[in-house]
């Protein structure tokens, strides 16, 4: 998986955090979805990845969910050959830190 929604930023849309490679993939899949994201932050992993939260409505939650099916199956295919690992070590990260904010 290589997005996760962080919750609710209003009564009517979701915050989400994906991963996305420096080139921006990601916002061709949103443009031919017909999708509205508003860019909430973009922070750099390393020299390959970034990790990008965006707003979406939640209307159109179900094609940003589709979105990031095409940009996992477009990273496969360009040879981003660790892009799921890399994911999993970013949303393991995230789900450690809710996870201690709920115990503390």
Do not use: P
């Not at 996305?20 to 750099?44: R, S």
């Not at 094609?63 to 360009?78: G, N, P, Q």
């Amino acid at each position: 998986m290589n997005y996760f929604e962080c919750g609710q930023d209003g009564f009517f849309t979701s915050t989400f955090m994906y991963v996305d490679c420096n080139q921006h993939l990601a916002d061709n899949f949103f443009i031919n979805n017909n999708i509205a994201v508003e860019f909430l932050e973009e922070l750099d992993f390393n020299s390959k990845y970034k990790i990008i939260f965006v707003s979406v409505n939640d209307k159109k939650s179900y094609l940003f969910v589709k979105s990031m099916i095409e940009l996992s199956d477009l990273m496969a295919e360009r040879g981003y050959d660790d892009y799921e690992q890399v994911c999993r070590q970013i949303f393991d990260e995230e789900m450690k830190k809710r996870a201690s904010k709920c115990i503390n």
